[in-house]
């Protein structure tokens, strides 16, 4: 039974960390995200309806909605959802993940990642930058007009530059900038520049104007977090590539819609384990304290979900002085999490630590076993729709997430 | 006695810590180079005649004898050398600094970095990249038609670039660095890509057309040495803040030239101590190996001089696969010099360590007290001219350097 287990979770391990996330391209969600429609919008984290959405998702739904042309303001946008005229879908059903609310409109550019090694493939949309911005549930004018900007004049260029590199190899990108202090995650200051440097020649030469090309260099270059959608879909490719292996215990998806916390397991299909979200433990924007922020939010556990995020933070310690802590609890943080995990990461590797491979392939078998959850990096939104973010921090999914999966494992399985 | 000599140890320490190098422009060196003229070339280290200089100096001499169309081949450039028609003199002469050979000709471009604390200004020419290049000794028609490229197309885009941003702050992008996984000399990855990134919006906009933006994008991204040569200068600049201050034991230059390494002392003036050059430790490229290696040579070792390089390694584990050792290692090169400097950096620090600031003011004394000489990360270049970098290691220099630099020290304020 146990020898079962083990084996199909080194298979789905393996899958996992053998996947080879390329960035392919850049188009419409409408057109290349399986099952999106002209009425859907994707969102962060497990199911969820209007009625239960927290500020922030409730301000990027209508964003969004304002965004596609749908509805003028906020009373138009609700009642469009809650009319049912437009529906609601986790990206996570869709191939699909976005930070923080992580609404995804039919309208919307997305990043295409394949993973060479199994062929499937995994979106994310444009990161906006910071202040106000869409994934954080703010919607105004000047919102608005970022996305507007983005959408017309960033994204052909940016898809006509991927498409001159032959895609990026975000693998590749990740492993060095583990080198480079970041853990993919909340630090992605190191991919986010190498990502630029791999583009830039070539936005400068696809661009339509030199202006054009400096602002958009200027985009992603200026952002510390350009790289983190692509980073994110490339881990979604390789979670992915891990689900579905029978009789695995190892954890596929980890993410909040700001409600709750969800997570899948690979030999459990598409089932949802929920329970409400922690708010996380950090530090604050001044003027600003734990009163205003809203519990956990977004697709970007897929980083810890993948071995990345505070699974490296041992290699970014630096990271401590946005998320709290000391070098030494960047350290533990990574040393800990090889308690729950299968395997180490071979092409993810700290220096800090001798080059030994992340901790990866969360073991739903150890978290229980240990009580150790996994540990996650994280930004703050505020409560409310329409503020944006707040601060950074840590937070942990409930034991009882992991434990209710342990019991619908062993009953699916008759163990 | 002794006080007065920690008095004036602080003063140099706080002028070399608190200057402000900034990136301020690019010109020909006959221009702004001070007392740079049509016969002189300038080379690393302390001084040297054409006799005693090693294989890959004598490459680099002529190499850029033929670039300023002097000379046609070897033995026309070593005539011209020998005859005393060129003359030689050390970068360090003319506020100047320059990797490995180190060679500035007349007409070659430099970068200027001034100092805005104290107005000082220093410079360094341009980095070519990998490979068969000139600083390593090469001058094939090869790095002639590289040099050609850099000088009538990157330079003058670079210039302009580089006005357009209003300067490049050198102090905060090597601050930025070390939390990167840099260390300033050997490791400047994350300094060439943050870099890259701040100026290539601007030499978009400012390039003749967009192909050749998109090439001098690439030339400035794809090498992770880049940033080296505006770090040294920048470097120099701090260290020339600090020379000059009576009584102080701070070294202030320590450069090789390929056959001996010299230091210059802040309360000794102009004042040379030199020793043969050692031969690096460390790791060659594939078909080489340390027969093939020559003596340690480049101004390079102006970042160990200003508290980075060696000095910082603790920031940057991933160099060991580079210059042979372990993490550990890294750790205790940066954890060493703190026993012979007089001071911690307040704008470099390192993670690793809480942020402790990296070492810096390698003071004279505690050399010769503690028989520890300054750690030194280098390129190793092959002993014959013409064929390049075969490697990357450690160095340090001879102890006798210091002693006899002390003694003279002694005499000369009767202590």
Redesign the interface.
């Known amino acids: 039974m146990a020898g079962d287990i083990d084996s199909a979770n080194t298979t789905a391990v393996e899958r996992m960390t053998e996947a080879r996330p390329v960035l392919t391209g850049l188009g419409k969600a409408l057109e290349l995200i399986p099952g999106m429609h002209e009425n859907l919008l994707l969102h962060a984290g497990p199911p969820i309806a209007w009625e239960q959405a927290s500020g922030p998702l409730r301000g990027a739904l209508i964003g969004a909605l304002i965004f596609e042309g749908r509805a003028g303001g906020v009373e138009a946008a609700e009642r469009l959802i809650v009319n049912g005229e437009v529906q609601l879908a986790p990206c996570h059903h869709h191939s699909a993940v976005g930070p923080m609310a992580g609404v995804i409109s039919p309208s919307m550019a997305v990043y295409a990642v394949e993973n060479t090694t199994r062929g499937n493939r995994a979106y994310s949309n444009l990161n906006e930058g910071y202040g106000k911005v869409l994934r954080y549930g703010a919607y105004s004018e000047e919102v608005q007009a970022r996305l507007r900007w983005m959408h017309d004049v960033m994204a052909p260029v940016l898809g006509a530059a991927i498409e001159a590199c032959s895609g990026v190899d975000v693998r590749a990108l990740l492993a060095e900038a583990l ?3 970041d853990e993919g995650h909340n630090r992605n ?2 991919g986010s ?2 990502f ?3 583009l ?8 339509p104007d ?2 054009t ?3 958009i ?2 985009a992603l ?1 200026d952002n510390a977090l350009s790289v983190l959608n692509p980073v994110m879909a490339a881990c979604k490719a390789m979670a992915d590539a891990a689900h579905g292996v029978e009789k695995s215990t190892i954890v596929t998806t980890m993410a909040r819609n700001g409600t709750e916390f969800g997570i899948r397991v690979s030999g459990l299909g598409g089932r949802w384990f929920t329970a409400p979200c922690p708010q996380p433990v950090g530090l604050y924007f001044p003027g600003f304290s734990a009163e205003d922020g809203n519990p956990d939010i977004g697709d970007s556990t897929i980083t810890e979900t993948a071995g990345l995020g505070a699974f490296a933070m041992a290699a970014a ?2 990271i ?1 002085t946005f998320v709290s802590g ?3 609890d960047a350290l533990n943080a990574t040393m800990e999490m090889y308690e729950i995990t299968a395997a180490e990461h071979g092409a993810f590797t700290i ?2 630590l ?2 030994r491979g992340t901790p990866v392939g969360i073991d739903l078998r150890a978290v229980v076993e240990t009580g150790i959850t996994p540990r996650v990096n994280t930004g703050i939104a505020h409560r409310e729709a329409g503020v944006g973010q707040i601060g950074a921090g840590l937070v942990r999914p409930p034991l009882q997430l992991f434990t209710e999966a342990l019991e619908a494992f062993a009953d699916n399985y008759g163990f």
């Open positions: 080198h480079m202090g200051k190191a520049v190498l630029t440097r791999q830039a020649p070539h936005i400068a030469r696809t661009a030199p202006a090309a400096g602002a260099i200027e270059g310690p630096a401590v000391t070098p030494q220096p800090q001798d080059f």
